[in-house]
T-cell receptor, first 115, second 111 residues
Framework: DAGITQSPRYKITETGRQVTLMCHQT?????MFWYRQDLGHGLRLIYY???????DKGEVPDGYVVSRSKTENFPLTLESATRSQTSVYFC??????????????FGSGTQLSVL | GIQVEQSPPDLILQEGANSTLRCNFS?????LQWFHQNPWGQLINLFY???GTKQNGRLSATTVATERYSLLYISSSQTTDSGVYFC?????????????FGKGTLLTVNP
């Protein structure tokens, strides 16, 4: 049961470079999300997607781009990385099939350092 | 937006002790979940509990939506319970799947 997988697990990049973080889920969940986790801020929503080709901004979308051409993939791109984007990034997904169980499931995270 | 406050921020227990973690929120919710982040960073969903009470082994949770709080009970704590516990809520006003997270309670269980 692969579930939801993120890659890479760790990434070091330089200011100004483009970086793409990958997220893949095998559950055919409709909804997918990207969160970032920072000390003092907890988890904050960057972008989310309700289905393939449907995406929307979350709380902190500036500097990020997402796409969702296939249900199972939801990549997050930092177009021009900045030091303030150093963080741990979590992808998550949930099914829309049951109104009585809205559980959110997370990947293992990507630790990104921007030098 | 909705405010989510968790208490206490830190908690240190001896193995075998019981504990109660609290989550207060500032608006009506129809989605509330508890998560455990283990020392390796993995986030595990413990409960989906917008109202009522649920139990899973040594853990149980109660949400009193009308009073805007939820409690997570850990009984007979074990060292593997260590980590950060997050409460996350989705509001009744539409996009309840967009969760707002509290800042967490850091639990340390000593042997």
């Amino acid at each position: 049961d692969a579930g939801i997988t993120q890659s890479p697990r760790y990434k070091i990049t330089e200011t100004g470079r483009q970086v793409t973080l990958m997220c893949h889920q095998t559950w055919s969940h409709s909804y997918m999300f990207w969160y970032r986790q920072d000390l003092g801020h907890g988890l904050r929503l960057i972008y989310y997607s309700a289905a393939a080709d449907i995406t929307d901004k979350g709380e902190v979308p500036d500097g990020y781009v997402v796409s969702r051409s296939k249900t199972e993939n939801f990549p997050l791109t930092l177009e021009s990385a900045t030091r303030s984007q150093t963080s741990v990034y979590f992808c998550a997904s949930k099914s829309m099939s049951s109104p009585t169980n809205e559980k959110l499931f997370f990947g293992s995270g990507t630790q990104l350092s921007v030098l | 937006g909705i405010q989510v406050e968790q208490s206490p921020p830190d908690l240190i227990l001896q193995e075998g002790a019981n504990s109660t973690l609290r989550c207060n929120f500032s608006d009506s919710v129809n989605n509330l979940q508890w998560f455990h982040q283990n020392p390796w960073g993995q986030l595990i969903n413990l409960f989906y509990i917008p109202s009522g009470t649920k139990q899973n082994g040594r853990l149980s949770a109660t949400t009193v939506a009308t009073e805007r709080y939820s409690l997570l009970y850990i009984s007979s704590s074990q060292t593997t319970d260590s980590g950060v516990y997050f409460c996350a809520v989705g509001t009744s006003g539409g996009s309840n799947y967009k969760l707002t997270f509290g800042k967490g309670t850091l639990l340390t269980v000593n042997p």
